[in-house]
């Protein structure tokens, strides 16, 4: 078990999503897993389809940092972890390696093409830590709660190079879930995209499969949808409010990232959690954990004087 990681928070995290990145810091801590911030910088993605040498060189100088510092990449971005994941294959290509490092050792820098291991936070939390280990760390277990599981594309797809989980019928985020408690309910279209690569480019289809999503959801009795995914968790927390006026025959389902879930339930205070940082009110879940239990009297000292 790894004990220390590079944190990875990619682009999105720190501007759109920061209570992901409050409550990942939260939350590992507890778990006895230490985080180091190097100066990275972005995985590469935003430009993998229109210049691969560059995609190739900022994954590059990423993976060299982390390989600087002897340490593994853990992201809690599901796309951060693909792109870097893709790069890592790309550049078993020793042409492709060497052309990236031709870019990046200008700035004193030099990846080897192995030695450096790319994780999900998903993946940490359970190959890690375990589910197992996880429960014995939740102090308050939620009560008739019922989530719908999201996996999130970047998370199971390519399946033969991410290797996260079977991406026909994954379990490992539904462990997790059901280690704090909760109810992982069986829903359809559980595992297909949310639509956010579509939105800015074509918002109609991408609204369509949000909520063709948040249907599923509530027809299986879904009170909130737990997602591993920066760009997922945008779009069912600020691009739902804008659909659900035009989709009046849905529900709306809020939706949090799971180490918030996680938070809670290990007895870590809402605020602390970036829970006041949604869009869609997520203050229900307090009410499904149970009461603390009261610390026990000190039991009153012998009255010294009696008979």
Known sequence: MASKYALFAGCKIPYYVPQYG???????????????????????????????????????????????????????????????????????????????????????????????????????????????KIKSKVTLPYEDLNIAVHYGCHALRPSKLVQFDDPLNPTLFDDLVEATGAKSVDWDHKTQCCGNPLWGKNDKLAQGLTAKKIQAANRAGAELVCVGCTYCQIQFDQVQPELLPEHTELSPLPSVVYPQLLGLAMGMQPKDLGLD?????????????????EEAAEEAPEDEAAA
């Open 22 to 132: 409050m409550a990942t810091a939260s939350v590992l801590a507890k778990l006895g897993i230490e985080l180091v911030e190097p100066e990275f910088g972005c995985c590469g993605y935003p430009v993998r389809q229109q210049d691969q040498r560059a995609y190739l060189a900022s994954a590059a100088k990423n993976l060299a940092i982390a390989q600087a510092e002897g340490l593994d990449i853990l992201t809690p971005c599901q796309c951060c972890f693909g792109s870097l994941k893709k790069a890592v294959a790309l550049m078993e290509d020793e042409a492709q390696l060497d052309a990236a490092n031709r870019v990046i050792r200008a700035e004193g820098l030099s990846y080897s093409g192995s030695g450096v291991e790319v994780k999900h936070l998903l993946q940490v939390l359970s190959d890690d830590v375990g589910p197992a």
């Open 277 to 293: 940082k949604h869009n869609l009110d997520v203050s229900f879940l307090v009410d499904k954990l149970p009461e603390p239990e």
